[in-house]
């Protein structure tokens, strides 16, 4: 069942007051220890200020609540134990506040925006969080009265937050709960010191939510079933340009804060905050990106006017952008993801920028995020397809509008090659494979983010398009889906019912029971997909690497050399030259004379083309042991500050032969590394160096960090230990 919004408007009498229809809880959640079901969150308001040099966050909570039985015992909120609870307080909702709750369920319901005091910083001790000022209003309660309160553990990814309420309340009588803290060393909050920044300028932070870590930024309702509207009141040093996703955004000079509105309701991880040396340029009419000074005209050339395409391109396929403005940010290389769909603010990793077509569908899998994902969400984690699938399948309709179907099965060839190969290191029984993954108690939601929830989630998708037989009709029927549900969440369930109903005839003809391709069968076995796309209007493109790919396992090897040289792939795509090093490196390793041959061919051209397939070049000399080209790793190493460019080298280095040269790059290059990444490139090099040894890191780059790298957002399958074979690159990790 799909659980209905916060801020959705009831049905009520227009007489006397009434009170609105039982709504339907939000789906459990094991990743949650909240006590989401008893309560209706009707918005939440932030109070922040910034402390880069304590790296440190204080922050108030104001939480807009309803009770939706009589006298509650407890709220339950999800923490973490990096957040410290300085105080819990209770506050009753003014009277035209009560009276309007009583009547509908919409945002308009909600209390005034309070305002928040913050302290001057006194000698020898840190400031205070920040104090709520609450606005006069006829009928409102005078004071605030304390709450009790206890911290409990959870799981290793989060705590529990109880918080004692007055056993007077009643049901539907609207209230608030004030919470002030300070959050310290969060997963969820990554703080960067200037020289992890291009311009080595000024302090940097960002927050990365999805899926489990924003109970760390602030306590919440931390499960996709529950969403509300927010609201927030920033302050920063000087001269940091703060911005979050939020459909309204204002900078209070006299104040000195920045203050945002987001007006539509949103779950607790798409709640997302980022802040340093950014300048704005816009890119198109509901449109800018925001980057360090030395990057903005990089990526106002990239994107400019692309981006409304690609937004138009949405629209004509499944309906009105209802988020107001489409803004990018780019990130330091820290970022420990590709990209994430944040509403209004997409957050993008600046390493990007210099992969074009990578640029494209990542921009694009996220503007398809706005529809799928974003406006509705999955309810649960254990079905991350309904958002990733979804909008994988929306991102390739918008590219082949866009630029052709050809380039759109290429990528798809590309990316579902990637899936069989990991299907051939788990094996084809492996749990994670299924759509409808069963998550277990205490194990981290972030782990089930692979291959199988995106692209096998794109053929179940991509197979519904086909039984109706027109990809048009199937677009109107997503359209439907979203106007539907948007603001919503929703599980499997909802999307199959919707589509029989829309497509009638189809459920006549019990197309969810077909032998071999049921609806449940999909969602429920292990393995690849039932079906798979017909790539075939990609041949063009295709075609040439399998030939080029049989050329070079051809025998003999100098005349198969000869016959490759004569193909010139400085003029392919970059998915073209990527799928052909991806087959080399699956066949890997390789006899040493066609390694030779091949780095006497390619190495100098593939030396001065993107990362994307730079990285794949490196891996296949790491893992080969070829020593001519071991110059061009350390090179590569020492210019790479990205999870994404770095890990997968150092896992090959590791596994090989090549430890000691990788533990002497690591020393070399450690300093410009973010902690969290020098913590998990050390675990690689203990592994890889066997029991006992392990290489120390400049001190204070561990330690307290230890916990935040192990809540980022899992980039390696179920519980893989960082030297598994399958390598990062193997990830679709756009969020």
């Not at 990365?208 to 609201?231: I, L, M």
Request: with cysteine.
């Amino acid at each position: 069942m799909a659980a209905q919004c916060c801020c959705r408007k009831a049905p009520g009498a227009e007489a006397a007051p009434a009170r609105p229809p039982p709504e339907p809880p939000p789906a459990l959640d094991v990743a949650s220890a909240s006590s989401a079901q008893l309560f209706r969150l009707r918005h939440l308001q932030l109070g922040l200020e910034l402390r880069p040099e304590a790296r440190e966050l204080a922050g108030c909570l104001v939480l807009e609540l309803c009770a939706l039985r009589p006298a509650p015992r407890a709220l339950v909120l999800d923490a973490h134990p990096a957040l410290r609870l300085h105080s819990a307080a209770f506050r009753r909702a003014s009277a035209a506040a009560a009276a309007a709750a009583a009547t509908a369920a919409t945002a308009a319901t909600a209390e005034p925006p309070c305002a928040f005091a913050f302290s001057t910083p006194g000698p020898g001790s840190a400031p205070p969080p920040p104090l709520p000022a609450f606005p006069e209003a006829p009928g409102a309660e005078p004071a605030c009265c304390p709450l009790a309160f206890r911290v409990d553990p959870f799981t290793d990814y989060g705590s529990s937050l109880t918080v004692t309420l007055p056993p007077e309340l009643q049901a539907h009588q609207p209230f608030q709960v004030i919470l002030r803290y300070t959050s310290t060393d969060a997963p969820a909050i990554w703080w960067l010191d200037p020289e992890l920044t291009y311009g080595s300028a000024k302090p940097f932070v960002f927050t990365q939510g999805h899926s489990v870590c924003n109970r760390s930024f602030f306590p919440c309702f931390d499960t996709p079933a529950v969403k509300c509207t927010y609201s927030a009141v920033v302050k920063a040093p000087s001269g940091v340009q703060v911005l979050m996703s939020a459909t309204q955004s204002t900078y209070v000079e006299e104040e000195g804060v920045y203050r945002f509105h987001m007006e539509h309701p949103v779950p607790a991880y798409l709640v997302a905050l980022v802040a340093g040396d950014l300048q704005p340029a816009d890119i198109g009419p509901r449109s800018r990106v925001w980057a360090e000074p030395c990057l903005l005209p990089t990526a106002t050339s990239k994107l400019s006017g692309a981006v409304e395409q690609w937004l138009s391109a949405a629209e004509r396929l499944y309906g009105p952008y209802m988020w107001g403005r489409y803004d990018i940010v780019f990130l330091p290389p820290s970022f420990p993801i590709v990209a994430m769909e944040n509403p209004c603010l997409t957050f993008i990793i600046s390493s990007i920028l210099e992969s074009d077509e990578f640029l494209v569908i990542d921009v694009i899998h996220e503007v398809a995020h706005s529809w799928f994902g974003n406006a509705v969400t999955n309810a649960t984690w254990e079905e991350m397809w309904l958002s990733e699938g979804l909008a994988t399948y929306a991102q390739r309709r918008i590219t082949t509008e866009t630029y052709g179907a050809a380039f759109t099965c290429l990528e798809t060839a590309f990316r579902l090659d990637a899936l069989h190969r990991q299907m051939k290191l788990l094996g084809e029984d492996s749990p994670v494979s299924k759509l409808q993954v069963k998550l277990e108690p205490g194990v981290n939601p972030s782990h089930l983010m692979n291959l199988f929830t995106y692209e096998k989630g794109y053929c179940f998708v991509y197979y519904l398009s086909q039984l109706c037989g027109d990809p048009q009709r199937f677009d109107d029927f997503l359209r439907a889906y979203v106007e539907k549900y948007k603001f919503t969440s929703v599980v499997a369930q909802d999307l199959l019912d919707s589509f029989l109903t829309f497509f009638p005839e189809l459920k006549e003809q019990s197309v969810d029971c077909r032998a071999g391709l049921e609806f449940e069968r999909w969602l429920n076995a292990t393995g690849p997909p039932l079906a798979e796309p017909d790539l075939s209007q990609g041949s063009s493109l295709t075609r040439p690497v399998e030939a080029l790919f049989q050329l070079w396992t051809a025998e003999p090897l100098d005349q198969a050399a000869a016959s490759a040289s004569t193909i010139d792939i400085s003029k392919w795509k970059t998915f073209q030259t990527a799928l052909f090093l991806d087959r080399l490196l699956d066949g890997s390793p390789l006899p040493q004379e066609v390694v030779m041959s091949l780095s006497n061919c390619y190495s100098s051209l593939l030396d001065s083309m993107n990362a994307e397939i730079r990285i794949r070049w490196l891996q296949i000399v790491v893992r080969n042991d070829y020593y001519p080209d071991l110059h061009r790793v350390r090179r590569f190493l020492e210019s790479q500050m990205s999870r994404m460019y770095t890990i997968p080298l150092y896992e090959d280095l590791c596994t090989g032969a090549l430890k000691s040269f990788a533990l002497e790059v690591f020393y070399q290059t450690q300093g410009r590394l973010h902690p969290n990444l020098r913590r998990t490139i050390q675990q690689i090099l203990s592994q890889g160096l066997g029991p006992g040894a392990e290489p120390s890191v400049e001190q204070g780059s561990a330690g307290a960090d230890s916990e935040a790298d192990a809540d980022t957002p899992a980039l390696l399958l179920g519980d893989e230990a960082p030297s598994s074979a399958i390598s990062l690159r193997d990830v679709n990790v756009s969020a």
